[in-house]
């Protein structure tokens, strides 16, 4: 394997067409010619043969460095995958007949996840003849909810899956927004 490169190109010698049309360095057409010649050619400026354009007729093929090229290809791809922001949906579970410091505890397990950047599903469990009841998880959902309104805002409204009554919160500043851990306090010691 030559690399992390989405895109495997042919090069030098693994070219199987016979002529091919060849792309200088700087991006002129220097005409079709044969795979022979072009080779020289590449070899003479201290160059590769990159097929770019396997499917023409002939196949399009450029001058250039290689492993320059390769380089560039995986800086490119690490940074994309930098900026790419990775959203997790974590679960809290609860039942409909929680206590009132229990559905704190929980409250406060949301907060710190969605504090976190994560997106939370909260999650109230019927069992037996509790399901006849919605009502009851509707109020627990919308307490939490309105308890964590300053840090989170409601992404999917309550709704029914099975035996479960669930509302998705997502935080109100993403993840890459905020500052890590420390670098306020530092900010605020040294103005």
Not at 4 to 33: F, P, Q
Not at 87 to 100: D, K
């Amino acid at each position: 394997m030559r690399g992390d490169i989405t895109k495997e190109l042919t090069i030098n010698e693994e070219i199987r067409a016979s002529e091919v049309r060849v792309i200088g360095e700087t991006g002129e057409n220097l005409g079709t010619m044969s795979l022979d010649k072009a080779l020289q050619i590449a070899r003479d400026r201290d160059l590769d043969l990159v097929e770019v354009a396997p499917t023409a007729r002939p196949p399009v093929c450029r001058l250039l460095d290689y492993g320059r090229y390769k380089y560039h290809q995986a800086k490119k791809e690490r940074e994309s995958r930098k900026h790419h922001k990775v959203s997790t949906l974590r679960e809290v579970r609860m039942r409909v007949a929680i206590s009132e410091h229990d559905l704190e505890g929980k409250t406060k397990v949301v907060k710190k996840l969605l504090e976190e950047g994560d997106k939370v599903r909260i999650a109230v469990m019927f069992r037996g003849r509790e399901i006849t009841r919605p009502e009851l998880a509707w109020k627990i959902l919308q307490k939490v909810s309105t308890s964590l309104k300053e840090y989170a805002h409601v992404e999917k409204l309550p709704s029914m899956e099975g035996r479960f009554m669930s509302v998705i919160l997502a935080p109100k500043t993403p993840k890459s927004a905020r500052e890590p851990k420390g670098t306020a306090d530092a900010k605020a010691k040294n103005p």
